[in-house]
C-alpha cells in the first residue's frame, strides 16, 4: 500500500472536529501551577513523545500526557466532536463509552454560567483518549476519513465479528484494533 504524507499543519482546518477534540483534550495540559510548572527545556526524548496536534501528523498523545488528561478528565464537550469524526449518534456513542444514553444525554447539554466544565470521570476520558487515537490511526491507514469510518463501523472477522469500535471500548481490544491496522499499514492480512 502507497503511503501519503501526513497533511500539513497548513492543510488543518482550524474549525474541524478534529481540531475542537484536540483543542478540548489539551486544554488543561501541560499541568502548570499547582507546584508543577512545565520545564522550559525538555530533553528531545521528552519533546519527541509529545503529540501532534492533527494536521501536523496522527493525533496521538505520550503515556504521560494521556494520563494526565484521563486522570483529570476530558470536558464534556469533546462528546460532540468524537461523535463528529466518528460520525456515530449518541445512541451509538453511549455502549462505546461505557455509559447508558441517558448519561451521554445529560453529558452533551450544554452547561452553562459554570465556573469549571463538567468533566468525564477517567475510565470514561480515557475511553474518549483511545478513540480519538484510533480513528486518527485508521484515517492515516486508509487516506481519507471516509475509508477510517467505514473500517471503524464494520464487524470484522479478527475482533470476533465485532466493529473495531465495539472492540475499542476496552483497552485490549483497543490494542487489537492497532495491531491489525499496523498489520494493513505494513501490508499484513488484516
Request: neutral net charge.
Amino acid at each position: 500500500m502507497t503511503r501519503k504524507t501526513p497533511p500539513t499543519a497548513a492543510a488543518a482546518d482550524a474549525g474541524s472536529p478534529r481540531r475542537e477534540l484536540w483543542d478540548l483534550l489539551t486544554t488543561h495540559y501541560p499541568p502548570g501551577g499547582a507546584g508543577q510548572p512545565r520545564p522550559a527545556s525538555r530533553p528531545a526524548a521528552v519533546k519527541a513523545a509529545e503529540p501532534a496536534p492533527p494536521g501536523e501528523g496522527r493525533l496521538q498523545f505520550s503515556a504521560r500526557m494521556a494520563h494526565w488528561i484521563a486522570r483529570h478528565g476530558v470536558p464534556a464537550q469533546a462528546l460532540e466532536p468524537l461523535q463528529a469524526i466518528l460520525d456515530v449518534g449518541r445512541t451509538e456513542l453511549a455502549p462505546l463509552l461505557g455509559m447508558d444514553r441517558a448519561t451521554v444525554r445529560r453529558y452533551l447539554v450544554p452547561h452553562t454560567g459554570e465556573d469549571e466544565p463538567l468533566l468525564l470521570p477517567p475510565h470514561t476520558s480515557e475511553t474518549v483518549l483511545r478513540l480519538a487515537e484510533l480513528e486518527a490511526l485508521a484515517q492515516e491507514t486508509f487516506e481519507t476519513g471516509d475509508g477510517a469510518r467505514k473500517w471503524l463501523k464494520t464487524p470484522h472477522p479478527m475482533l470476533d465479528g465485532e466493529t473495531p469500535l465495539q472492540a475499542a471500548s476496552t483497552s485490549y481490544g483497543a490494542q487489537r484494533v492497532r495491531e491489525i491496522l499496523v498489520a494493513i499499514t505494513h501490508g499484513g492480512v488484516a
